[in-house]
Protein backbone atom coordinates (compact mmCIF):
# COMPACT_ATOMS: atom_id res chain seq x y z
CA UNK A 1 0.00 0.00 0.00
CA UNK A 2 1.14 3.88 -0.17
CA UNK A 3 3.08 4.93 2.62
CA UNK A 4 3.04 8.92 3.23
CA UNK A 5 6.03 10.58 5.24
CA UNK A 6 5.50 14.29 6.55
CA UNK A 7 8.11 16.63 7.52
CA UNK A 8 8.93 18.09 9.93
CA UNK A 9 6.62 17.36 12.51
CA UNK A 10 7.09 21.13 13.98
CA UNK A 11 7.20 24.04 12.14
CA UNK A 12 7.58 27.71 13.72
CA UNK A 13 7.68 31.29 11.34
CA UNK A 14 7.30 34.86 12.34
CA UNK A 15 4.62 36.27 11.01
CA UNK A 16 5.24 37.48 7.59
CA UNK A 17 7.69 34.66 6.69
CA UNK A 18 7.19 31.80 4.71
CA UNK A 19 6.32 28.30 5.70
CA UNK A 20 7.02 24.65 3.65
CA UNK A 21 5.71 21.40 4.45
CA UNK A 22 6.39 18.47 2.66
CA UNK A 23 5.71 15.18 2.31
CA UNK A 24 7.03 12.00 0.05
CA UNK A 25 4.75 8.99 -0.99
CA UNK A 26 5.69 6.00 -2.29
CA UNK A 27 3.30 4.47 -4.60
CA UNK A 28 4.42 6.00 -8.04
CA UNK A 29 0.84 5.52 -9.43
CA UNK A 30 -0.69 7.81 -6.79
CA UNK A 31 -2.20 10.21 -8.87
CA UNK A 32 -4.26 12.64 -5.73
CA UNK A 33 -2.59 14.88 -3.23
CA UNK A 34 -4.82 17.11 -0.78
CA UNK A 35 -3.72 19.39 1.66
CA UNK A 36 -6.03 19.65 4.81
CA UNK A 37 -5.49 22.31 7.53
CA UNK A 38 -6.84 21.25 11.00
CA UNK A 39 -7.31 23.67 14.10
CA UNK A 40 -7.71 22.53 17.32
CA UNK A 41 -10.44 20.13 17.90
CA UNK A 42 -11.31 20.64 14.89
CA UNK A 43 -12.24 18.80 11.60
CA UNK A 44 -9.53 18.53 9.31
CA UNK A 45 -10.11 20.94 6.15
CA UNK A 46 -9.34 21.01 2.50
CA UNK A 47 -7.26 24.33 1.60
CA UNK A 48 -5.59 22.72 -1.47
CA UNK A 49 -5.35 19.60 -3.73
CA UNK A 50 -3.28 18.69 -6.96
CA UNK A 51 -3.63 16.07 -9.26
CA UNK A 52 -0.34 14.13 -10.69
CA UNK A 53 -1.16 15.90 -14.31
CA UNK A 54 0.03 19.14 -13.02
CA UNK A 55 3.48 20.25 -11.37
CA UNK A 56 2.28 23.56 -9.27
CA UNK A 57 -1.46 24.97 -8.15
CA UNK A 58 -1.96 28.45 -6.43
CA UNK A 59 -4.54 29.75 -4.25
CA UNK A 60 -3.84 33.04 -3.02
CA UNK A 61 -0.94 32.85 -0.49
CA UNK A 62 -1.29 28.92 -0.26
CA UNK A 63 0.28 27.20 -3.10
CA UNK A 64 1.79 23.55 -3.84
CA UNK A 65 4.33 21.97 -5.69
CA UNK A 66 4.66 18.21 -6.85
CA UNK A 67 7.25 16.03 -8.22
CA UNK A 68 6.47 12.82 -9.75
CA UNK A 69 9.95 11.64 -10.66
CA UNK A 70 10.95 12.25 -6.94
CA UNK A 71 7.64 11.30 -5.50
CA UNK A 72 7.52 14.01 -3.24
CA UNK A 73 4.77 17.19 -2.93
CA UNK A 74 5.13 19.82 -0.62
CA UNK A 75 2.69 23.22 0.62
CA UNK A 76 4.11 26.81 0.89
CA UNK A 77 2.22 29.74 2.53
CA UNK A 78 3.51 32.87 2.26
CA UNK A 79 3.07 36.20 4.51
CA UNK A 80 2.20 33.95 7.19
CA UNK A 81 -0.44 35.02 9.53
CA UNK A 82 -1.13 33.96 13.25
CA UNK A 83 -4.61 32.41 11.86
CA UNK A 84 -2.77 30.18 9.83
CA UNK A 85 -1.17 28.13 12.92
CA UNK A 86 -2.76 24.54 12.90
CA UNK A 87 -1.97 21.34 11.96
CA UNK A 88 -1.31 20.49 8.19
CA UNK A 89 -1.67 16.97 6.89
CA UNK A 90 -0.89 15.73 3.76
CA UNK A 91 -2.32 12.93 2.11
CA UNK A 92 -1.61 10.75 -1.60
CA UNK A 93 -4.03 8.87 -3.47
CA UNK A 94 -4.05 6.20 -6.32
CA UNK A 95 -7.75 6.08 -8.73
CA UNK A 96 -10.39 4.62 -6.43
CA UNK A 97 -8.22 4.07 -3.28
CA UNK A 98 -8.33 5.06 -0.06
CA UNK A 99 -6.41 8.33 0.97
CA UNK A 100 -3.38 7.95 3.23
CA UNK A 101 -2.55 11.00 5.34
CA UNK A 102 0.86 11.41 6.46
CA UNK A 103 1.50 12.56 10.73
CA UNK A 104 0.99 15.62 10.57
CA UNK A 105 2.94 19.55 10.92
CA UNK A 106 2.14 21.30 13.73
CA UNK A 107 2.43 24.94 11.90
CA UNK A 108 3.14 27.91 14.99
CA UNK A 109 3.15 31.75 13.47
CA UNK A 110 4.60 33.52 16.24
CA UNK A 111 3.30 37.58 15.84
CA UNK B 1 -18.71 20.20 5.21
CA UNK B 2 -21.71 21.65 6.63
CA UNK B 3 -23.16 18.70 5.58
CA UNK B 4 -21.66 15.82 7.73
CA UNK B 5 -22.96 15.62 11.44
CA UNK B 6 -21.57 13.50 13.71
CA UNK B 7 -23.02 13.14 17.13
CA UNK B 8 -22.64 12.95 20.09
CA UNK B 9 -19.53 15.24 20.15
CA UNK B 10 -18.30 13.84 23.78
CA UNK B 11 -19.25 10.09 24.67
CA UNK B 12 -17.92 8.57 27.64
CA UNK B 13 -17.51 4.93 28.06
CA UNK B 14 -17.11 2.64 30.50
CA UNK B 15 -14.63 0.09 29.93
CA UNK B 16 -16.61 -3.52 28.81
CA UNK B 17 -19.30 -1.46 27.32
CA UNK B 18 -19.90 -1.21 23.44
CA UNK B 19 -20.90 2.44 21.99
CA UNK B 20 -22.27 3.78 18.34
CA UNK B 21 -20.86 6.94 16.98
CA UNK B 22 -23.54 8.20 14.73
CA UNK B 23 -22.51 10.04 11.18
CA UNK B 24 -25.10 11.72 8.44
CA UNK B 25 -24.87 13.54 5.66
CA UNK B 26 -27.00 15.25 3.65
CA UNK B 27 -24.41 15.61 0.56
CA UNK B 28 -26.04 12.98 -1.49
CA UNK B 29 -21.97 11.11 -1.53
CA UNK B 30 -21.72 7.54 -1.73
CA UNK B 31 -18.85 6.73 -0.25
CA UNK B 32 -18.10 7.33 3.40
CA UNK B 33 -15.03 6.94 5.76
CA UNK B 34 -14.21 6.05 9.57
CA UNK B 35 -10.94 7.33 10.74
CA UNK B 36 -9.40 7.21 13.87
CA UNK B 37 -7.08 10.34 14.90
CA UNK B 38 -4.75 9.88 18.01
CA UNK B 39 -2.47 12.98 19.40
CA UNK B 40 0.52 13.43 17.14
CA UNK B 41 -0.81 10.67 14.77
CA UNK B 42 -2.51 11.26 11.53
CA UNK B 43 -5.89 9.48 10.59
CA UNK B 44 -5.99 6.28 10.40
CA UNK B 45 -8.37 4.38 8.12
CA UNK B 46 -10.97 2.27 10.72
CA UNK B 47 -14.12 1.42 7.69
CA UNK B 48 -15.34 2.64 4.49
CA UNK B 49 -18.05 2.03 2.01
CA UNK B 50 -18.56 3.06 -1.40
CA UNK B 51 -22.12 2.08 -1.54
CA UNK B 52 -25.13 1.27 0.41
CA UNK B 53 -25.25 -2.04 1.93
CA UNK B 54 -21.44 -2.58 1.24
CA UNK B 55 -18.38 -1.72 4.02
CA UNK B 56 -14.58 -2.55 3.85
CA UNK B 57 -12.19 -3.01 6.18
CA UNK B 58 -8.97 -0.04 6.49
CA UNK B 59 -6.30 -0.22 8.23
CA UNK B 60 -7.72 -0.60 11.94
CA UNK B 61 -10.80 -2.11 11.92
CA UNK B 62 -10.35 -4.56 14.86
CA UNK B 63 -12.53 -3.99 17.51
CA UNK B 64 -14.78 -1.70 15.33
CA UNK B 65 -18.32 -2.64 13.55
CA UNK B 66 -20.04 -0.59 10.65
CA UNK B 67 -23.56 -0.86 8.92
CA UNK B 68 -24.16 1.07 5.71
CA UNK B 69 -28.28 0.49 5.37
CA UNK B 70 -28.85 3.69 4.12
CA UNK B 71 -26.65 6.63 1.94
CA UNK B 72 -26.70 8.98 4.10
CA UNK B 73 -25.90 7.09 7.33
CA UNK B 74 -23.14 5.28 8.75
CA UNK B 75 -22.80 4.82 11.93
CA UNK B 76 -19.81 2.98 13.80
CA UNK B 77 -20.02 1.08 16.84
CA UNK B 78 -16.88 0.73 19.37
CA UNK B 79 -16.85 -2.77 20.77
CA UNK B 80 -15.08 -4.02 23.49
CA UNK B 81 -12.79 -5.80 21.93
CA UNK B 82 -11.57 -2.48 20.95
CA UNK B 83 -8.48 -2.21 23.38
CA UNK B 84 -7.70 1.48 23.69
CA UNK B 85 -10.53 3.38 21.97
CA UNK B 86 -9.97 6.74 23.48
CA UNK B 87 -9.34 8.61 20.23
CA UNK B 88 -10.91 11.70 18.14
CA UNK B 89 -13.48 9.96 15.49
CA UNK B 90 -13.88 11.37 12.18
CA UNK B 91 -16.14 10.74 9.61
CA UNK B 92 -16.02 11.89 6.39
CA UNK B 93 -17.58 11.33 2.55
CA UNK B 94 -16.84 11.59 -1.20
CA UNK B 95 -19.19 11.29 -3.81
CA UNK B 96 -17.63 8.67 -5.74
CA UNK B 97 -18.11 8.15 -8.51
CA UNK B 98 -19.08 11.17 -11.24
CA UNK B 99 -21.84 11.46 -13.51
CA UNK B 100 -18.89 10.99 -16.20
CA UNK B 101 -17.81 7.37 -14.21
CA UNK B 102 -14.74 8.98 -13.19
CA UNK B 103 -14.18 8.67 -9.25
CA UNK B 104 -14.00 11.99 -7.59
CA UNK B 105 -11.71 12.32 -4.43
CA UNK B 106 -11.96 15.25 -2.08
CA UNK B 107 -13.05 13.77 0.98
CA UNK B 108 -15.68 16.18 3.48
CA UNK B 109 -15.05 15.41 7.23
CA UNK B 110 -17.90 15.61 10.22
CA UNK B 111 -16.73 17.87 13.24
CA UNK B 112 -15.71 14.76 15.44
CA UNK B 113 -16.43 12.39 18.31
CA UNK B 114 -14.08 12.52 21.52
CA UNK B 115 -14.45 9.13 22.94
CA UNK B 116 -13.05 8.67 26.03
CA UNK B 117 -13.15 5.28 28.14
CA UNK B 118 -13.36 5.79 31.75
Known amino acids: GENVEQHPSTLSVQEGDSAVIKCTYS??????FPWYKQELGKRPQLIID?????GEKKDQRIAVTLNKTAKHFSLHITETQPEDSAVYFC??????????FGTGTRLTVIP | DGGITQSPKYLFRKEGQNVTLSCEQN?????MYWYRQDPGQGLRLIYY???????QKGDIAEGYSVSREKKESFPLTVTSAQKNPTAFYLC?????????????????FGPGTRLTVL
Open chain 2, 92 to 108: ASSMGRSGRGRWTDTQY
Open chain 1, 27 to 32: DSASNY
Open chain 1, 50 to 54: IRSNV
Open chain 1, 91 to 100: AAKRGANNLF
Open chain 2, 27 to 31: LNHDA
Open chain 2, 49 to 55: SQIVNDF
